[in-house]
Every structure is written in C-alpha cells, then in structure tokens.
C-alpha cells in the first residue's frame, strides 16, 4: 500500500503538465507522489495499468491502495491539497461525481485522440535498478 497516493499522468502533454504543475505548486507538503507516465520511476504496470490505458484516462491509486480513475482520481489528489479539499467536500453534497466524471470522460477521448493523431507510439522507458 503506497504511504500516499500516488497520480499517474501524461508527461509528454502540455495541458497536463501545466495542470499537474498548478497542484504541484500546491502540494507543498508533498502529499502526492506525482508520477509522470515518461519517466523511469513511474510504475503503473505494479497496478495492472499499461502506459496506453494510463494514458487515456487519469489513473491514481488512494492511500487504500485502490485504483482509481477519472474524476475519483482527482478527488484522491484534491483530498491532499489546500483549497481543492473543499471542492471535494462540495462535490460530493451535492452529488456531483457522475455527472463531472462523465464530463471528464468524453474530454479525456477528446484529448488521447487530439494527442496520438499520429499515433501513440511510447518511447521506451528506461526502469531504474537496485544494482
């Protein structure tokens, strides 16, 4: 089980890196581990997760060690941060979790086909090693 959640995201796309730059900013106690899809250190495969599929959707996994995806991987992350902590709390009085996960959803399609229109071929991840 992770000691903090931990939030797979797209590295190589620019709406995600400056919005996972916006909560990084935030994240001053270092509550998340962030883990870019593109580095060595990112390991969804240890979750069941392919980089494709990881890439599709955004994917974190809860301090319960449970996957989560879409909007509910957000509000994993928002848990953790100043301010957005809130906006869980609103989210969830007023019902709002399917509604914006469908939402999400249909711009998460938009957003893997406006990206891979050429083909989402992944360059290889070089894994870090113990020796």
Not at 69 to 84: D, K, Q
Not at 100 to 124: N, T, V
Request: a positive charge.
């Amino acid at each position: 089980m992770p000691t903090r959640p931990i939030l797979f995201y797209d590295g190589q796309c620019p709406l995600c890196r400056k919005e996972i730059a916006h909560y990084q900013r935030l994240d001053r106690q270092q509550r998340v581990d962030w883990q870019d899809l593109f580095t060595p250190k990112s390991n969804p495969e240890h979750y069941g997760l392919d980089r494709i599929q990881a890439m599709r959707v955004i994917h974190a996994v809860d301090r319960q060690g449970q996957l989560q995806t879409g909007v509910h991987a957000f509000m994993v992350i928002w848990r953790e941060l100043p301010y957005y902590r809130h906006l869980v709390s609103v989210i969830d009085q007023l019902h709002l979790t399917r509604p914006l996960d469908w939402a999400y959803h249909r711009f998460a399609i938009w957003r893997f086909r406006s990206r891979c229109k050429q083909g989402c071929k992944l360059p290889p991840v070089k894994r870090l090693t113990n020796s």
